[in-house]
């Protein structure tokens, strides 16, 4: 398109000028349909440099009317961390068994959009090969780029895997969000202590005909 409007724009001119000899030499009609050429070739020139300019800008305001939504379920994050039990003073330095530290769960919202409403969270553990509720919690909401932090809950296992399962409202979608958690690959050393690893792929459900976290511990009993 550039190398059209680069020749109309040279020979638009050419003729215009052209024309002008011709009306002073071969006759005023003539003169007038060569310089009527050259004035429509300048013309289809400008035509063609704005129609570019426009078509952006229109395609640029369809763009800003979009409305980019993201996954529901995106918009919550858990961690679970076990603390390692602190030695009492002891002269005859016994070791201390790993289930007398604690655990401590997150729940938060990464605050890309809006607060979540209507919060119903819990804290699961596998215990002898049942998951047993080791807390839970209801909220009315949880702004955004915030979070709630329940700590000193007792520690079930030395090493084990457990499940943090969240219920809430997001701009009007019902949504849960089941996390799973493991310690068992992690530092014996350390008594098996730290910031627990996912386990699995989450559960996610919106919208759904079922209560995921109302249906636990069915829910996640399969997949721990």
Not at 79 to 95: K, W
Request: charged share 15%.
């Amino acid at each position: 398109m550039d190398f059209a409007i680069a020749w109309l724009v040279i020979i638009g001119p050419i003729l215009i000028g052209l024309a002008g000899g011709i009306w002073y030499g071969s006759g005023r009609t003539p003169a007038l349909w060569v310089g009527f050429a050259g004035i429509v070739m300048l013309m289809i020139a400008g035509a063609l440099q704005l129609w570019p300019s426009k078509w952006k800008s229109q395609e640029s305001v369809q763009q800003s009317n979009i409305i980019f939504t993201p996954d529901p379920t995106t918009a919550v994050f858990t961690r679970v961390h076990v603390v390692e039990a602190v030695a009492p003073p002891s002269i005859f330095e016994q070791p201390i068994d790993p289930r007398l530290g604690t655990v401590v769960y997150e729940v938060g919202n990464l605050g890309w959009d809006d607060d979540m409403r209507t919060l119903h969270f819990s804290l699961w553990a596998l215990v002898s090969g049942q998951l047993v509720i080791v807390h839970q919690r209801q909220a009315d909401f949880l702004a955004k780029g915030e979070s709630i932090v329940i700590d000193n809950l007792p520690r079930p296992f030395v090493t084990g895997r457990m499940v943090v399962c969240v219920s809430y409202e997001f701009k009007g979608r019902k949504v849960n969000v089941v996390d799973f958690y493991t310690n068992e690959n992690m530092s014996s050393s350390r008594g098996y202590a730290g910031q627990m690893n996912k386990l699995r792929e989450s559960l996610k459900q919106v919208d759904g005909p079922n209560d995921l976290c109302r249906s636990m511990p069915g829910t996640a009993t399969p997949f721990i």
